[in-house]
């Protein structure tokens, strides 16, 4: 496809349970970050990947957290032990690379955590 | 601590007028600045962006203006359409930083026929 992909579309998942959100970048776009949106609130920045660079992981709230990035393909997004508070859209976005560039949305993926 | 800031969480506004979104930071370092539209489940989808270097950037319908020394930028939607009503994101980041986006809280407008 031409755009960002992401699945689950949709995930209810009960606390304490591990969670894992895949994300499918635009061929050619280097850069690829995960965001996540809380009801009412706006887009928090959780991680970046740059090529073969170390990822920034300053986003990232907590080390139940973590995501990998396949070369400069597929990334996925886990969450261990998830928890109420987890509950939220994931936003996955991609750019040409991280020094210019627009970032293109998927759909993100709906994480209800009961 | 907020870096980018959309005061007004709703706008509502009738068909062919203006729309003024506006949107504040306080980074000094952002260098490039975006708004995105959203409708619900869906991903943010991309509207227009200005580099800190310029002043004002056009797009059709869609423009941005930047006050640097204010921190202070607004988009105007002209005239505005139904298809408008969605909520639209301010976006902030620096090349420093690697780009990453640091949005405001998000404005929902909607564009009465």
């Known amino acids: 496809g031409a755009g960002v992909s992401q699945s689950p579309s949709n995930k209810v998942t009960e606390k304490g349970k591990d969670v894992e959100l895949r994300c499918d970048p635009i061929s050619g776009h280097t850069a690829l970050y995960w965001y996540r949106q809380r009801l009412g609130q706006g887009l928090e920045f959780l991680i970046y990947f740059q090529g073969n660079s170390a990822p920034d992981k300053s986003g990232l709230p907590s080390d139940r957290f973590s995501a990998e990035r396949t070369g400069e393909s597929v990334s996925t997004l886990t969450i261990q032990r998830t928890q109420q508070e987890d509950s939220a859209v994931y936003l996955c976005?991609?750019?040409?690379?991280?020094?210019?560039?627009?970032?293109?949305f998927g759909p993100g993926t709906r994480l209800l955590v009961l | 601590d907020q870096q980018v800031k959309q005061n007004s969480p709703s706008l509502s506004v009738q068909e062919g007028r203006i729309s003024i979104l506006n949107c504040d930071y306080t980074n000094s370092m952002f260098d490039y600045f975006l708004w995105y539209k959203k409708y619900p489940a869906e991903g943010p989808t991309f509207l227009i962006s200005?580099?800190?270097?310029?002043d004002k950037n056009e797009d059709g319908r869609f423009t941005v203006f930047l006050n640097k020394s204010a921190k202070h930028l607004s988009l105007h939607i002209v005239p505005s359409q139904p298809g408008d009503s969605a909520v639209y994101f301010c976006a902030a980041s620096s090349k420093a930083a690697g780009n990453k986006l640091t949005f405001g809280g998000g404005t929902r407008v909607l564009v009465k026929p």
């Open positions: 976005a991609s750019s040409l690379d991280r020094v210019v560039g627009t970032q293109y």
């Open positions: 200005i580099s800190s270097i310029k």
